[in-house]
């Protein structure tokens, strides 16, 4: 029974642990998780094997030591902090690299359907209210290139794969080209105008359930943003730039003239893309064991670029305009390539499914945000509850002895 008294309480250990942010914890490290179900686990064994096995007790940024239990629960260093999102492809670029690396963190999910992007705690940390944002100690960089940039330059020890060829190799300018012309693209613009304007998709991912949800939320986050400014008066600059930039790009977004320029450019730019996978082709031969990628026989940043702006495209509905059926041949095979990457599935395996990676984790967030409530509830409740019969049973003895 003590056990699940205190279950509660080593899942609340999860919250209000963030040593950056004197706000909450937006999603538990895996680790530490672990950890606390580890405590659980050895408070039901009970109290004297739980101070035998632990040595340390520590549950901010660095991962608790365990002598007794290095077999079982793998501790990680921390090297820093990454606020992401499941479905934001600029995001998705900085997990991939990530992955791709080896490199560990720890991952904060900013869900952006509950609109945490726009609370005040994330606006302290990036006034832009967009994420990814990576904290390494004391040092915060809220631009995705800028993100990538820094792993590659400060993280190129042994060990971890390096993404981008040293300057001065003869890679090293075709990995610089595609990787600025694919961060060119619009992302944002395809993403409104293919949920403003579906009648542009074929075999759209995004349901209509959803679309319908998002353009709700589209057209409310004007309001919301300007209700945040007037309850926080020291952000209410960063509120209203942000509102702001988003009332002009969603005028260009609605904008069929602009939609279609921006789809003729994204053409343009997969012609170049496919062009230089036909030079790779070409340069590997058939008998070859070799794998080739966009500039060479290695994954670098510009395919970690090429790979989610491809995903997203199919994710929208726009794959069967750009690549499929005779056209593209090879940036179709290089997809499918990617596909089966084990560091592509790991990140970007299930995003394209809408129910899990933005749905159900929406819901379980705000389940969570109410256990508290709903164990107070049921607390007041059974204890009132309980009152009321012991009171019934005082009041019956009493009329009995009465009698």
Known sequence: MFCFMIMPFCYGLQLNVNPIINKRRVLPARSCFLYKWYIFYQFSKGMQTFEHNCNTLITARWLVSIQWTRDIIILMHIIFDLYSELQMPSALKV???????????????????????????????????????????????????????????????????????????????????????????????????????????????????????????IGNTESELKKLAEENPELKDAYMAKTRRLKHKLLDHDNMKYLKKMLDELEK??????????????????????????????????????????????????????????????????????????????????????LISAVLPAAFRVAKQHVPAFIGTALLVGVLGGATYLAFLYLRNRLSLAR
């Open 269 to 354: 730019v997969l012609d170049q893309v496919e062009t230089e996978l036909q030079r790779r082709a070409e340069e590997t031969p058939e008998e070859s064991s070799s794998e080739s990628w966009l500039c060479g026989e290695f994954f670098s940043m510009a395919d970690v670029s090429l790979a989610v702006t491809l995903h997203r495209l199919t994710f929208l509905g726009l794959s069967r305009r750009y690549w499929g059926n005779g056209k593209r041949v090879h940036l179709e095979a290089y997809y499918e390539r990617v596909l089966g990457r084990p560091s592509f599935r790991r990140v970007l395996g299930h995003v394209n499914n809408i």
């Open 95 to 217: 997990r991939l690299a990530i992955a791709e690396k080896g490199l560990r963190c720890e991952e904060y999910d900013v869900s952006l359907p509950l609109s945490e992007h726009n609370e005040p705690w994330f606006m302290r940390l990036n006034p832009a209210g967009e994420v990814p944002v990576l904290v390494h100690d004391d040092t915060v960089i809220t631009d995705h290139v800028q993100i990538l940039d820094y792993l590659e330059q400060n993280f190129r020890h042994e060990g971890s794969i390096n993404l981008i060829p040293e300057e001065g190799s003869m890679y090293y300018l075709r990995v610089h080209h595609y990787r600025e012309l694919l961060d060119s693209l619009q992302m944002d613009a395809y993403t409104h105008g293919c949920i403003l304007h579906p009648e542009i998709t074929v075999d759209s991912h995004i349901p209509a359930y959803a679309t319908a949800r998002i353009r709700a939320q």
